[in-house]
């Protein structure tokens, strides 16, 4: 039973931070109190980000915040940014929030209790019986694999529509108590941001655009847990972050990914573009070669970096969604690192406008039941 992704959208916070200024405020705030931080100043400017955007003003990193205050502030931002991806990805899939009947929310970076979606119930106009599958602690995979629990979700109850909303609020772990190279690095990379699709067995009516996700595969590899993560901490979460990230994909991603490929019946010839998540600049150097592709292949994953950061999980949404702007048909497989230390993989087939028509007519499934509240 095919599964289509519709709907695809992303959202951004409303504070922009151009990367010159963030050195400004970082040299300001860390000089003082990191001896080395000159040594890595150069690093602001060669890491690939020209901007990024926060929930908060960067005004609000002079001020000293603990776990009360950053987690007060992505509540607050988190709750509105839910709210703007989840609208602008109904609009685009022709859907009113009462059709939706499960909703994926994927977000690592806040402790929310109730969690975000209920924070957001009434705003969107969910149903009171919508079904809420919150995941917590995916990282910088949540995007891919938590859009694979969607697929597995709309499988399971054939003409159902899942949303799923994938949202993260990096910045807002910026520390100035806890001087590694590790946070230095996180203050380089970490922007905000969300995306959001609608996911079900039912084709949409008048697609400009049918994406059909076939199957997902993730594997962790053992004695890794210390590469990527956060540390609970008394003033905030603590970021893992290893330096070896890049060169343990230089290592280990081909291996990784040709069995991935496997597992999703697909052979390397078969993919017309990878979707990658833009970890870092060298993260994505490092993939495009563990891929065995020539350099700068993954420039949309660069000019996402540029412009918007490391969002962590929805990362990969906006390289998809910019990818399917340029892109008519043909196979893609997306790809991210995350905690644990994971690699997640999902194919998504762009389907020709022949096979469009074809699959609007023969694969619209109803619900087998329906309850409005």
Not at 45 to 58: C, E, I, Q, Y
Not at 106 to 134: C, H, N
Not at 206 to 227: C, F, S, V
Request: aromatic letters at 8%; a neutral charge; charged letters at 20%.
């Amino acid at each position: 039973m095919p599964v289509y992704l519709t709907g695809l959208a992303t959202a951004v916070p409303p504070y922009e931070l151009p990367q010159t200024l963030v050195l400004e405020y970082a040299r300001r705030i860390l000089g003082p109190k990191f001896a080395q931080f000159e040594r890595m100043a150069g690093t602001f400017l060669r890491a690939g980000v020209n901007k990024r955007n926060s929930f908060v003003p960067l005004e609000w990193f002079l001020e000293p915040q603990d776990w009360k205050s950053r987690n007060e502030a992505y509540l607050r931002g988190a709750t509105d940014l839910f709210v703007t991806a989840a609208r602008k990805a109904l609009v685009k899939a022709g859907l009113r929030a009462n059709e939706i009947d499960c909703v994926v929310t994927v977000s690592s970076t806040g402790i929310a209790t109730p969690t975000l979606e209920a924070r957001a119930w009434r705003q969107m106009g969910f149903r009171a019986d919508i079904k809420r599958v919150p995941v917590f602690g995916l990282g910088c995979a949540g995007g891919v694999s938590g859009l694979e629990i969607a697929r597995q979700l709309a499988r399971a109850t054939p003409g159902s529509t899942i949303l799923i909303v994938t949202l993260e609020g990096c910045t807002l772990s910026f520390r100035n108590d806890r001087l590694t190279k590790a946070d230095i690095i996180a203050t380089v990379l970490f922007g905000d941001g969300a995306a959001a699709a609608c996911v079900s067995t039912n084709a949409p009516e008048k697609p400009q655009q049918l994406l059909e996700l076939g199957a997902g595969h993730q594997e962790m590899w053992p004695d890794t847990l210390n590469i990527m993560g956060w540390n609970v901490e008394e003033h905030g979460l603590g970021v893992v972050f290893d330096r070896s990230i890049p060169e343990f994909a230089a290592k280990h991603f081909h291996d990784v990914s040709t069995r991935a490929l496997k597992a999703l019946g697909l052979a390397k010839h078969d993919v017309d573009r990878f979707v990658c998540h833009p970890g870092g600049a060298k993260v994505v150097q490092a993939l495009e070669g563990a891929l065995g592709l020539d350099a700068n292949t993954l420039e949309v994953e660069r000019e996402i970096l540029q412009e918007f950061g490391n969002m962590s999980a929805p990362t990969v949404l906006f390289v998809l969604e910019r990818v399917l702007e340029q892109s008519t048909s043909g196979t893609l497989v997306m790809c991210a690192l995350g905690p644990g230390f994971t690699a997640s993989f999902q194919s998504v087939c762009i389907l020709s406008n022949e096979t469009t028509r074809r699959h609007t007519t023969t694969h619209t499934h109803k619900p087998e039941v329906v309850t409005n509240a």
